[in-house]
């Protein structure tokens, strides 16, 4: 079982930090909601592996059986590494490749909500905002705020890939 999770933790963390990377890269001229889809798009599929790695120690290591319990530990063991590949190359982006990351996004979300808000509004929603994308330009905050977000996202992938995975004697 180790050596699975291992093996598709690695894997998973590997195409995590890859994808982020490339959509960095390819997506420059796009803007923020395109990116963002990017962005789940390369979520999902680096937890991707939390599937076939549950059903790589059924089939190759397990006989073809797996408990519900034990296939939902792997997946989510599993989305521990990708969780931690997104956490670490996010805090590297705001950190150190786009600090001004928080102060684009902002910018960007303020123009959005200047035709949908009364000024009134818009003036309680800037000054909340402008605080949380204070806490936002925080590499170490980023990074573990998208540790979460992912993780969260892979709990689901392991619940439902143990659901579909699990197979008893």
């Known amino acids: 079982m180790q050596t699975t999770i291992k093996k598709f933790g690695i ?86 490749i786009n600090p001004d990351f928080g102060s684009q996004y902002l910018e960007y979300t303020l123009e959005g909500m200047k035709t949908t808000l009364s000024p009134e509004e818009f003036e309680i929603k800037k000054a909340e905002l402008t605080q949380q994308m204070e806490a936002y330009s925080n590499p170490f905050f980023t990074g573990m705020f998208m540790f979460f977000i992912v993780f969260v996202i892979g709990i689901i992938v392991s619940l439902l890939s143990a659901l579909i995975l699990q197979r008893k004697s």
């Open 11 to 96: 894997y998973a963390a590997v195409t995590s930090a890859v994808l982020f990377l490339a959509a960095l890269y390819f997506g420059q001229g796009l803007d923020f909601s395109t990116q963002e889809v990017l962005g789940y798009l390369t979520i999902f599929a680096s937890l991707t592996f939390v599937f076939f790695g549950i059903k790589h120690f059924r089939d190759k290591e397990n006989d073809g059986l797996v408990s519900f319990k034990k296939a939902f530990i792997i997946g989510i063991i599993i989305s521990l590494f990708a969780s931690l590949g997104f956490g670490i190359i996010d805090g590297l982006y705001v950190g150190f």
